[in-house]
C-alpha cells in the first residue's frame, strides 16, 4: 500500500493559497512549485489533488522563501521559527490543557488579526478562533492549517492521538470536502459561527511527554504532524471502555466500535493489542462488572440480566459467567459475594 505521504488528498485550493502568499510579497512561485513537481497548469483544475510529499515540500520552502509562517495569513508576516517559538514557551507545561491555554494566549504576540482561545469544562476542550479582521481568499487556508498546528502539535505533546468530538468552519461545504474528513475526522460543521475545534477533557488533563530535545527534534521536521494525522491514542482503551459501559447491550463488534470511535477497526485492533487488551476482552469486561451490578443491586430475574447484558439466553449468560467469575449468577448472588469479579 501507499504510504500516507504518496497519497493525493490535498485539494488544490490549498497549493492556490500558498502560491498567493508568493504574490503578496512579490515572488514567483514557480521555481517552488517545480521542486514540488507541479505545474501552474495543474492548479487550474479545482478537482485535482496533490499528494502529502508535495504538500510538505511546497509549504517547507515557502515559509522558508518568504519568511512567513503564515503565509500572507495576517497584516505582517510571521518570521521562520514564530511557531517553534510557542512550542517552546510551552514546553515545560504539566498538563496538556495548561500547555494549550499558553500556546493560544502567546499567539497574540505573533498576530492581532486573529485570537486563539482554548476552554475546558465536563463536556469538552475546545480551541476557538477569533478574527479580528477579514483575512479574505486566506482564512480557509488558514483555519485547515491552525487547526492542524495546534492539533498535531497537541497530540506530539502527549505521545497520543487526539480523536475530536466536532469541528466546525465559518464558511460553506468546500468541493473538497473529503480532504477536511481525513484532516478532522469525526462531526464536521461548517457555516458555524466561530471556527471551533474539540475534544474529550480527558486529554487535557494528561501529562506533557516531551523535553526540549524531542522538541528540536521534532522542529527538524514537523510539518508531517500538521500534515498526517497522529496514530497512537493512549486512552483508546479507556474510551472502549466507556463506550462498552455506556451501552452494554449494544451487541457491538470491532467495526462498530472503531465507526463510533472515528478510527479504523485495523487501527482500532493493532493499538488495543499494544496496550495488552482486544474487544472481545473488554467486551466481556463490561458485561461482568454489568451483571455484577444488576446481581448485586436489583432483584430481575436472570433471564432479564442475560439480555441486558447482550445475551440471547440465559443459558449461554450463565455459562459465560461461571467463566468470568467461578460461581453461577443464581449462587453468585445468593452469597452476596464478590468471586473476583
Known amino acids: 500500500m501507499p504510504s500516507v505521504s504518496e497519497v493525493a488528498v490535498t485539494p488544490v485550493a490549498f497549493i492556490r493559497a500558498i502560491t498567493a502568499a508568493y504574490r503578496r510579497y512579490g515572488q514567483d512561485p514557480e521555481p517552488a512549485l517545480r521542486r514540488a513537481r507541479l505545474t501552474p497548469e495543474f492548479l487550474l483544475d479545482p478537482a485535482n489533488r496533490v499528494t502529502g510529499w508535495q504538500m510538505q515540500t511546497l509549504f517547507g520552502i515557502a515559509i522558508k522563501e518568504l519568511d512567513d509562517e503564515a503565509l500572507g495569513w495576517f497584516s505582517r508576516r510571521l518570521p521562520w521559527g514564530s511557531y517553534g517559538m510557542l512550542c517552546r514557551a510551552s ?29 475546558v469544562d465536563l463536556d469538552a476542550a475546545t480551541v476557538a478562533i477569533e478574527v479580528h479582521r477579514d483575512l479574505g481568499e486566506m482564512a480557509e487556508f488558514c483555519f ?5 498546528y495546534v492539533l498535531g ?68 521536521q514537523a510539518l508531517p504532524l500538521t500534515l498526517f494525522p497522529y496514530r497512537r491514542d493512549r486512552l483508546l482503551v ?54 455484577v451490578e444488576l446481581l448485586h443491586r436489583t432483584s430481575k430475574p436472570i433471564k432479564q440480566i442475560a439480555r441486558a447484558v447482550g445475551f440471547l439466553s440465559e443459558k449461554s449468560f450463565s455459562r459465560a459467567f461461571k467463566h468470568w467469575t467461578g460461581a453461577t449468577p443464581e449462587s453468585f448472588r445468593d452469597n452476596g459475594r464478590d468471586f473476583g469479579a
Open 153 to 220: 502539535y497537541a497530540c506530539w505533546l502527549i505521545n497520543s492521538r487526539i480523536p475530536l468530538l466536532e469541528t466546525g468552519f465559518p464558511f460553506p461545504v468546500p468541493e473538497h470536502l473529503g480532504v477536511y474528513q481525513t484532516l478532522f475526522p469525526g462531526p464536521l460543521h461548517f457555516e458555524a459561527p466561530v471556527a471551533r475545534l474539540s475534544f474529550d477533557p480527558q486529554y487535557a488533563a494528561l501529562s506533557v511527554r516531551r523535553d526540549d530535545r524531542a522538541l528540536n527534534k521534532m522542529l527538524q
Open 144 to 148: 485547515a492549517t491552525l487547526f492542524r
Open 238 to 291: 479507556q474510551r472502549v471502555r466507556e463506550l462498552l459501559k455506556a451501552q452494554p447491550e449494544g451487541g457491538h463488534t470491532g467495526e462498530s466500535i472503531a465507526r463510533a470511535l472515528h478510527v479504523s477497526p485495523r487501527t482500532l485492533h493493532r493499538q488495543l493489542r499494544d496496550e495488552g487488551a482486544s474487544v472481545q476482552a473488554l467486551k466481556d469486561e463490561a458485561r461482568r462488572e454489568r451483571a
Open 91 to 119: 514546553l515545560s507545561s504539566p498538563t496538556l490543557e495548561i500547555a494549550l491555554k499558553r500556546w493560544c494566549r502567546h499567539h497574540r504576540l505573533l498576530a492581532d488579526d486573529i485570537s486563539l482561545h482554548f476552554n
